[in-house]
């Protein structure tokens, strides 16, 4: 494969230069730690380095510890510009934004950015490594002509080697071949005119185009042709100028300096009324074309301009800045002297001003941050432990002798100024920090130099302490007790248990559940700490439940707590008494009674599923006691005969019980106890009068009304009787039945305790005729009657 030797000699050249630019900044710039290279034009997030492994700062450090190590970049407090790069916690770079050289480097001239970075084991601070990135130019931009088409005159009258100036090209391109520019002309064949050349001080070219024989605009009086501007890049690229010429006289003699390169000093305190120099430049034209105006070319400066001021007309410079980087600047200014002409033409000088700074200047403070800062406020972590690395802090002062030698300090009960390199300082945590207890402290940092009088300058900043969660969730106590009510709908709010976790965000966000490890709970909690029944209670089922409570917050690692809570259902009365004994409703009993027997029978036993006052029984007897011959404790629910038993009250009772508890609404049972009393022939027959007490009048009664009972009975049967003897008589045809059923005439027991009414019933059955007929005039009886008296019942006595 073979070369173009144009384009090796352009490759040559390239290498060569780069390679004395790099030995010249290695000899230069000891103070970098590492240099990168980068092409412009490259996306963000562009790889460029490892710096863990380029800077080989690890082999100084332990292995087992090199997980341990972080890299940080710097942040600048105040930028003007977006940052360039990104750093990553392992070390690795990479581009952040497309880099333009153009845009952020000057002509001509080394294009590159400054990184600081900080490397960091956990927090503590290690060193700060500078790292150097140079951006190369790429050959992205063409040259351009100030406008694409130009009109020239040339007289008709001027002689070969006739001149005239054309603007040059301009390429963007900050490289040096990128930005070099090679013309040539591209005209017709026999055209007179050719393309000139000539280098100006300022780097940039001055184009002439030269008449090669005299014109005759008689024959032709114009000309067309294409001034070709191309660069030596790599693909080369090209800028193309039209040129219209037409034949008649023109300017053809620029403005000349009477020197090339101007060199003066002044002092820094130099008047701003006064003018640095006066530039002259001389024009052979005349009138218009003679006529020179002096301005500021666009190789100079903004920055040059800004301290400078130009007179157009008299070519006066002035200075009115005031530098504060160094003992001597140097200023370079680039002026052009231009003519009248159309075109006009032009000439560029250098001026070259020496400023020598003889003032103390307050110093500067600049302070990069480790973490990202808001305005003046910078974030830290409460976990950052002491000797933490917060921030760097770099001093400029560039003054002479006592002037230039500055001090720092700062202040502060949690931080610390620790010095480690001339002007160069980092702050760093003297005290732990807690959030919980100040979550923002300001502090100043104060710098003065050493002049007389001393000049000082104080950066204040506020440091915002971030949570970490480090607080445990806490509870209001260590167990909660808690009274509810059994029977309750669900979803009934128990109790709040309370709990404070002064962290922040997630940190301070809780989250409960309960703990058991018997049985499944019927509650829940809410993520507010209210215990709540998921179903209805029943007391009688489990009264107590005992359990404990988690709490954790959500915070990374997540702290957590536990307490212990006690649920006590409280009793209602849902739940009837029930009669343990009796068992079965109804119940048979058999009682034998002897004079020497005790008065109690039995026990009724009763129980209540509820608790305390719903679960008091009292017994009472409903029914079945009409001889009042029993009675029961209402509490203890024991059956005893109340009163002396006789041989008459032997016999079967039905006797009915209620048992009641003390609830509200009280709640009951009823059952039934079938008693058969048999009593001992040793037993009292009948009840007596002194066996009487409170109740002997009542009784006294009950035998009178007995006795008349009787008294009536027989007189009844014995007109029944003398009835039954006339009918007889009389003989009559005419039968008839009489039925005469006397109803069970009964004494009340209740009245007379002393005899079962049941059993001392008498019944008489009397057959009736069939038909039987009652005069309604004479109301006499049937004439014929048949008495036949039932048999009295006998009552059981034992022997």
Not at 107 to 125: G, H, L, P, W
Not at 712 to 729: F, L, M
């Amino acid at each position: 494969m073979t070369y173009h030797p144009y384009i090796l000699e352009i490759f040559v050249k390239n290498m060569f230069v780069q390679a004395l630019v790099h030995i010249f900044f290695l000899h230069v710039c000891e103070c970098i730690d590492f240099t990168y290279y980068v092409e412009e034009g490259k996306d963000p997030g562009f790889y460029l380095g490892d710096i863990r492994s380029d800077t080989h700062l690890m082999n100084s450090i332990p292995i087992k510890d090199h997980y341990l190590i972080k890299f940080n970049q710097l942040q600048q407090h105040v930028t003007d510009k977006r940052q360039l790069f990104n750093v990553t916690k392992t070390g690795k770079l990479y581009t952040a934004q497309t880099l333009d050289a153009e845009s952020f480097c000057k002509y001509n001239t080394e294009c590159f950015e400054m990184v600081d970075i900080a490397v960091q084991k956990r927090e503590s601070f290690i060193k700060i490594l500078e790292i150097k990135v140079i951006i190369k130019d790429i050959n992205d931009n063409s040259p351009k002509f100030p406008t694409d088409e130009i009109n020239l005159e040339f007289s008709e009258g001027d002689k070969k080697g006739s001149k005239r100036s054309i603007a040059n090209a301009i390429d963007r391109d900050v490289g040096i071949f990128n930005s070099k520019i090679i013309y040539h002309l591209e005209k017709k064949e026999n055209e007179p005119f050719e393309l000139a050349v000539y280098k100006r001080v300022d780097g940039s070219n001055n184009l002439q185009i030269i008449l090669e024989k005299e014109i005759d605009r008689e024959i032709k009086d114009n000309y067309v042709i294409r001034v070709i501007a191309k660069d030596g890049g790599m693909p080369s690229l090209q800028g193309i100028l039209t040129v219209h010429i037409s034949v008649t006289d023109i300017n053809d003699n620029p403005p000349i300096f009477s020197q090339n390169i101007y060199n003066i000093t002044i002092n820094n305190g130099y008047h701003r009324g006064e003018s640095v120099i006066v530039l002259t430049a001389t024009d052979l034209d005349t009138d218009n074309n003679g006529k020179i105006s002096y301005h500021f070319s666009s190789k100079t400066t903004d920055l040059t301009k800004s301290h400078f001021d130009l007179d157009e007309s008299t070519g006066e410079i002035f200075f009115h800045g005031k530098s504060t980087s160094g003992k001597r600047v140097t200023y370079k200014l680039f002026i052009e002297a231009k003519d009248g002409g159309f075109p006009p033409l032009s000439s560029i000088v250098m001026v070259r001003v020496n400023v020598i700074n003889q003032q103390n200047n307050a110093p500067e403070v600049d302070i990069k941050f480790v973490t990202e800062s808001t305005g003046n406020t910078v974030t830290i972590s409460e976990r950052a432990e002491v000797g933490s690395f917060i921030a760097f802090v770099k001093v400029i002062d560039n003054d002479t002798g006592q002037n230039g030698h500055v001090s720092c300090d700062l202040q502060h009960e949690k931080l610390q100024l620790q010095s480690f390199g001339q002007k160069k300082y980092k702050v760093v945590v003297k005290n732990s920090v807690d959030r919980e207890t100040e979550n923002q402290t300001d502090f100043t940092i104060t710098c003065e130099d050493k002049g007389s009088p001393p000049l000082k300058t104080q950066r204040r900043f506020s440091i915002q302490v971030m949570d970490v969660n480090d607080v445990q969730p806490k509870f209001s106590k260590d167990s909660f007790k808690f009274l509810t009510y059994e029977n309750e709908k669900p979803y009934f709010p128990v109790g709040l248990i309370n709990t404070i976790d002064p962290d922040l965000g997630p940190g301070g966000q809780l989250t409960y559940s309960l703990l058991t490890q018997r049985y499944t709970l019927p509650f829940e909690i809410s993520n507010f700490g209210f215990i709540l029944t998921t179903k209805s209670l029943d007391r009688e089922q489990q009264d107590i439940y005992k359990f404990r409570v988690f709490v954790k917050d959500n915070g990374i690692p997540s702290l957590n707590n536990t307490a212990n809570v006690i649920i006590e259902v409280m009793d209602k009365n849902d739940n009837a008494p029930y009669f343990i004994f009796p068992s079965v409703n109804p119940f048979s009993l058999d009682i034998y009674y002897h004079p020497q027997s005790k008065k109690d029978i039995t026990v009724l036993r009763a129980s209540d599923r509820d608790s305390h006052v719903n679960a008091f029984l009292r017994y009472e007897i409903l029914g079945g006691n009409d001889k009042q011959l029993f009675t029961i404790n209402p509490y203890t629910g024991v059956l005893s005969f109340s009163r002396t038993v006789y041989q008459n009250d032997a016999g079967s009772y039905d006797l009915k019980f209620i048992v009641k508890d003390s609830g509200i609404p009280v709640l009951s049972t009823v059952t039934t106890l079938s008693l058969t009393l048999t009593v001992s022939n040793k037993t009292s027959k009948m009840l007596t009068l002194p066996d009487t007490k409170s109740d002997d009048k009542i009784h006294i009664n009950l035998v009178i009304i007995i006795l008349l009972a009787a008294v009536i009975v027989s007189v009844a049967t014995v007109v029944s009787i003398t009835v039954c003897i006339v009918r007889r008589n009389h003989q009559r045809n005419t039968n008839y039945r009489a039925n005469v059923n006397t109803a069970n005439k009964s004494m009340s027991a209740s009245r007379q305790p002393g005899y079962d009414s049941e059993q001392m019933t008498l019944q008489y059955d009397v057959p009736v005729p069939v038909a039987t007929s009652f005069s309604k005039n004479r109301g006499s009886l049937p004439s014929e009657i048949y008495c036949q008296p039932n048999r009295e019942r006998s009552l059981p006595v034992s022997n």
